[in-house]
């Protein structure tokens, strides 16, 4: 193989967000992009001899492609083996099971999550590291410095690789091995959930409806869904992998969810509906007309733990981002175990999972997960429903009723204004840093503002300092609002939202969401004068 020394010129625009690089396609179609960012990944790791990587992606627009690139990238760049998904196709979480089971130094995935997939679309590429975890900021800051400086990247001239059948091929002692990943996660979820009562409980005539939203989820759901446990294929909803997810929107929330929220709302709803999105790793959960929020079911997973086979032992910590309700604190002190609160991005997680302090982690945005990979999973989290359904009989809402009874309810909604200009976002926050100090001790109604901070956070395992993660407004009674800027869009800013109340009043636990907190968004946006600064009188998306 003769390996290529390509000179390049710097993007001063590649740095990671939340998750990984996203950018529309056309960005990452430039001459150079893609391998200018795969270079700059490259030289910032030390490679060892007889390295292997992980590649694979949401199967999305340019996936192909970019693959083929960035297989080009590795076996110039001293990898010795590269093991792809078949088609090119992993979900996020069976990439980060791939990574530990195989034990490959580390793995590129190719999303842009729950973003909408086409030419005009958007692509993402982020770097797991050898525990299967997203890259934490160290090593992504290193990577944005790396791209700000390349002057060359180097591929070898190999001819397209066929990557849609199983096995190895060979090139000059350079090996790509395309594996069927949707077995290897299938026999992982196998193991650790109770699939025999998930079985009977389906055979006693309860009924599921999973919806991948013609994302990467579609294969693995037929296999565990369809296969393993026998559901109907009526049961499975948009299960066919296409290129632009369908021309929808594959994030599983009220909102992009539609279709799904009509069956589990409609006159022949469900026992249990659940989707997943565009990579997989983000989940929602429904019951019988019924919505269970992320945070509740973080809270109600953890409290429940020990009824499912893998957590018999019981759970070592939980973690949640900071935007993430409370739910799981009360559940924790309760169990007498740590509670983490760490700013947003499962990459937070990544250190507490390695030094075994939590086994479970959760985020408002739609992922949970458990230490089993280094990435949250949706199916995984549908999988826990079930198991949970099928051990105690109960339905999704009387779970779900029973556990604000025990614990108390974190009322809790998010309300997210997309595709915001950046200066009018920024407006926002810079309106209400200005408040910081004035702020603490006025009254708005029934609510005091307690204390106005801008998180930060210090990793408990490596002692790193993350700034900057969002503005919290804590009011006396144990309210809060949280407003901070995506950092997972590709045009404008989104401002999220996120308010949330405690009640241990029986009569409240009833009510809606968006009631229940009526006083408190009106609050939130007196300080903050969103209306005013934006033009927005109501959010684009509530979850
Ligand atoms: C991705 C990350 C999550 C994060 C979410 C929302 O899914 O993996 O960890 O919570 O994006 O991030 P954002 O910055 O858009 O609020
Ligand atoms: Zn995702």
Redesign the pocket.
């Known amino acids: 193989m003769s390996i290529q020394t390509v000179v390049t010129t710097p993007f001063a625009d590649q740095k990671p967000?939340?998750?990984g690089l996203r950018k529309k396609v056309r960005v990452f179609q430039q001459d150079h992009y893609l391998q200018n960012f795969v270079q700059s990944i490259f030289d910032t790791l030390e490679i060892p001899a007889n390295a292997v990587l992980t590649v694979g992606g949401d199967g999305r627009f340019y996936n192909k492609e970019a693959i083929q690139v960035i297989i080009k990238m590795a076996a110039a760049n001293g990898f010795v083996k590269v093991l792809v998904g078949q088609h090119g196709i992993l979900s996020t979480p069976a990439a980060s099971n791939i990574i530990r089971k195989y034990q490959t130094f580390g793995g590129i995935i190719l999303s842009a999550?729950?973003n909408p997939a086409g030419p005009d679309d958007d692509f993402g590429i982020k770097y797991n590291t050898s525990n299967g975890g997203?890259a934490p900021e160290k090593i992504t800051d290193a990577i944005f410095a790396k791209s700000k400086t390349i002057s060359q990247y180097k591929i070898v001239d190999l001819p397209a690789v066929d990557l849609s059948s199983v096995g190895v091929t060979t090139l000059d002692g350079f090996e790509i091995e395309v594996i069927d990943a949707v077995r290897d996660y299938a026999d992982l979820m196998e193991q650790m959930f109770d699939f025999a009562a998930i079985k009977r409980w389906l055979a006693a005539g309860h009924r599921l409806q999973f919806d991948a939203m013609h994302a990467v989820t579609g294969p693995y759901a037929k296999e565990i869904f369809g296969h393993r446990l026998g559901a109907s294929a009526d049961c499975l909803m948009n299960c066919e992998v296409s290129e632009n997810f369908g021309g929808g929107h594959p994030d599983p929330n009220l909102t992009y969810a539609a279709d799904l929220v009509e069956i589990a709302y409609g006159a022949h709803a469900p026992d249990f509906a659940a989707a997943s999105?565009g990579d997989g790793?983000?989940n929602m959960i429904l019951g019988h007309h019924f919505f269970v929020t992320p945070s509740d079911s973080l809270a109600l997973i953890a409290a429940n733990a020990k009824l499912i086979p893998a957590y018999a032992k019981g759970l070592s910590g939980v973690a949640r981002?900071m935007?993430t309700s409370g739910a799981v604190d009360r559940v924790a002190a309760k169990l007498g175990i740590d509670c983490y609160e760490t700013p947003?991005?499962?990459?937070f997680f990544g250190n507490l999972m390695d030094a075994g302090r939590v086994t479970l982690c959760g985020?408002?945005?739609?992922?949970t997960g458990s230490d089993h990979v280094r990435?949250?999973d949706g199916l995984w989290a549908v999988l826990c429903w079930l198991n949970l359904l099928a051990a105690t009989g109960e339905s999704v809402e009387s779970l779900v009723r029973k556990h604000w009874q025990i614990y108390g309810r974190n009322v809790y909604s998010r309300h997210d204004y997309e595709g915001v200009p950046t200066e009018q976002a920024n407006a926002v926050i810079a309106h209400i840093k200005a408040q910081f100090n004035s702020l603490p001790g006025q009254v708005f109604g029934h609510y005091t503002v307690k204390t106005v901070d801008d998180f930060s956070y210090t990793d408990p395992v490596d002692g790193a300092v993350s700034t900057g993660q969002g503005l919290r407004i804590l009011f006396a009674c144990g309210s809060r609002v949280v407003i901070?800027?995506?950092?997972?869009?590709t045009e404008g800013a989104?401002i999220?939202v996120y308010l949330e109340a405690f009640t241990e009043d029986a009569a409240q636990q009833q009510m809606d969401a968006q009631e229940a907190l009526a006083a408190l968004i009106t609050v939130s946006n007196q300080i903050s004068q969103l209306p005013q600064l934006t033009g927005r009188q109501q959010p684009t998306v509530i979850t």
């Open positions: 967000g939340t998750s999550s729950h997203p999105d790793d983000r981002s935007p947003t991005g499962w990459k985020e408002e945005s739609f992922g990435e949250k901070r800027l995506s950092g997972t869009g989104t999220r």
